[in-house]
């Protein structure tokens, strides 16, 4: 009797421990549940047509590998040169360019997560990487064939490195994270707003070792400049052209909060600390050490956060480069703004709040992107629809096709009339090709559209042909100036309107009264 009371005893000691492994389980499904819901928001747009900016990437690499480094115009050519790898691979099609942002950024997740895990411990270490994954941003760049997803990696590269520097003096892993830092202005300039933090973060978890400090410091320094050097020309350019490049307006106050904290998650984490608040009033608190307020933590995922963005905030509004609105650029501080989030969501007592939270932002995410995505925006402003109309009505009779350019640079460089198809204004036609000739006009309507314009309205007229003109939005005006130009010797009719895009076609007058003319 007294073995068996033993017995009972002991599975009654060790049933809690067995409740509590089972409750982790449970937990640790969810959240991995959750982040997979989240990681598949990415996938909504992956099958969508390219948009202008990523035709430019594609337009970098089409010429072949020994041309990428001459159509590098304002960027280093990093990322070309492993986009034009993959197409080698897996091939060019829409899927397939974007197939390497979704691995970077991916990739950039993971990092985060194991920098998190340092920080924090695995739990939160999951919820940043929630918070990371369901960024508008993020959701935006993963599936975008521009550079932003491996920014966004060689910047979860330097944090992790920078983490790990908190405990360890290695002089090699001082030179890494020296590269790293650099490899980030390798895929965008832009994302040169983050390296203020980087420095102030280091100095903020080597202070207490200042026998390391300065050694480590040094070489990292020594390191990022030797790797920043083949940077340098191309950032001398684009400072000297750099009004050539902008498009939007100056940012506001709400921008900015929108960028900090996205209305999701925002209106989830508001909802849910009033019930915070109601639970821990009828439980006991009990806080383990790691959930005490720590300085430097959160002096290191603020710096983060804010310095990039407030950075690249003030230099749009205060200046003539307004970039802030594109919100993309912002993706330099999303780490950090995540890691924020997750030192914010720490301060719930309850686990259970915790996965309720993550678990209701991503269901809340996911409704929306599902539902009514806003990657039907980037579906919509696309060429790829447009020209196919232009190319199958006028291939009928080989009718040129005035063509708008969709990038403000036109406006600053002449444009060749022959070889538009090849012109870095206009990308869109090395991948959405037309077989008819081309008539390039710059996106605004300024001199030389007035001179090429009124030249070639002259010679369809001089030949009585038939012509097309398609353009985005922001060139309507053209479309109407050239409807004006040839209304005395062309039937102007508006073929086809997208969201975006406008089709017109000019059919001569004497055409068509010989078409009316009996046989």
Known sequence: MRVIGAATEAHIEKHPESLRLTRDRVFNAIYAMTLAVSISIWFIAIRDPLWPDETGSYWMIGAGFSKILSRQIITFPAYSYILWLSTKIIGSSEIALRVPSVAAMLAAAYLLFRAAGELFDREFAIIATIIFCLNPIVIFASVDVRPYAFAALATNVAILILVRLRRCDSTWLAALFGLSAACIVWFHFLFAAILPALVLCFFAIKICDRKTLWRQFGVALGAFALAFLPVIPVLQYLFATGKTHVIDQAPNLLDLVRILAPSILLAVFCVTVPVVLFVSTFSRRQRDAQNHFEGRLLLFCVSLAIIPVFILYGVSA??????????????????????????????????????????????????????????????????????????????????????????????????????????????????????????????????????????????????????????????????????????????????????????????????????????
């Open 318 to 519: 205060e200046t003539s480069l307004h970039f802030f609105k594109e919100s993309h650029h912002e993706l330099a501080g999303v780490p950090g703004i995540a890691l924020c989030w997750a030192l914010a969501v720490r301060r719930f007592d309850s686990r259970t709040m915790r996965l309720v939270f993550c678990a209701v932002f991503a269901t809340a995410s996911a409704f929306q992107y599902f539902s009514y995505s806003i990657e039907s925006e980037r579906k919509d402003y696309t060429w790829k629809y447009a020209l196919e109309f232009v190319q199958q009505n006028a291939s009928v009779d080989d009718a040129s096709v005035l063509v708008c350019s969709d990038f403000v640079e036109s406006e600053y460089a002449s444009i060749p009339l022959d070889s538009a198809k090849d012109s870095p204004f206009f990308p869109q036609l090395s991948y959405y090709k037309l077989s008819v000739p081309v008539v390039p006009l710059p996106e605004s309507l300024n001199d030389e559209a007035i001179r090429n314009g009124s030249r070639f309205v002259q010679e369809a007229a001089r030949k009585h042909e038939r012509f097309l003109a398609v353009a985005y939005m922001r060139s309507y005006r053209t479309l109407d100036w050239l409807a004006e130009r040839a209304a005395a010797t062309h039937t102007v009719r508006i073929l086809k309107v997208f969201r975006y895009f406008k089709v017109v076609e000019f059919a001569p007058r004497a055409e068509l009264n010989s078409l009316r003319s009996p046989q």
